[in-house]
């Protein structure tokens, strides 16, 4: 019996280390010209807030820490990261009609204000991205100005 547990503890481990090579492919693109910081000016206020709290989901440049590297927690957070960007990547912000840009930064909006925004599993581990009313309300300022200003026609 006792030979059974542990022939069956090694298999456990063994099985453990092999799923260590399936690595899903890492998050870590170039930022580029149609990144949202080089799209228009946001307040390094609104930038510190979404890069602690949105960006490595919903964008090309995810932060890593070592624990990522594990095979669970990788294959978990590279789903979020698959199905954060498909809704909004803010690396590719440019590549957006205006009316997309409007409407994202509606959702945006309302996705913060409700709470569904950052993840509670993001949230829980990371704490600089548990937001307070003053960054909520400072996020949502912006985007009313920004969202004036894609309104407006532009005038050069
Ligand atoms: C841990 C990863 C993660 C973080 C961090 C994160 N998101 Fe998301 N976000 C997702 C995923 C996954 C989806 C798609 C599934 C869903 O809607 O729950 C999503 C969807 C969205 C959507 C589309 C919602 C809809 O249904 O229309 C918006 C807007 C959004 N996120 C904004 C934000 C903002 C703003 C932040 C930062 C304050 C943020 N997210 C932080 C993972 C994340």
């Given at each position: 019996m ?30 580029t010209a ?10 390094p ?5 979404l ?8 964008s ?15 294959w ?11 809704e ?29 925004m950052?993840l509670?599993s ?21 985007i ?10 532009v005038?050069?």
């Amino acid at each position: 019996m006792k030979k059974i547990l542990r022939l069956g503890g090694l298999l456990l481990v063994a099985v453990f280390l092999a799923m260590q090579f399936f690595q899903p492919e890492r998050n870590s693109g170039e930022v580029t010209a149609a990144h949202l910081y080089r799209q228009t000016q946001v307040p390094p206020g609104v930038q510190r807030m979404l890069n602690n709290a949105c960006m490595d989901c919903h964008s090309n440049q995810t932060n890593y820490d070592w624990y990522h590297r594990l095979a669970l927690v990788s294959w978990l957070i590279s789903q979020h990261i698959t199905e954060g960007k498909q809704e909004l990547n803010f690396s590719e912000w440019g590549s957006l009609s205006v009316i997309d840009r409007i409407g994202l930064l509606e959702d945006m909006s309302g996705e913060v204000k409700r709470g569904a925004m950052p993840l509670k599993s993001y949230s829980f581990i990371h704490h600089e991205a548990r937001l307070s009313t003053a960054q909520v309300d400072s996020l949502a300022e912006w985007i009313r100005h920004y969202q004036e200003g894609l309104l407006l026609p532009v005038s050069e």
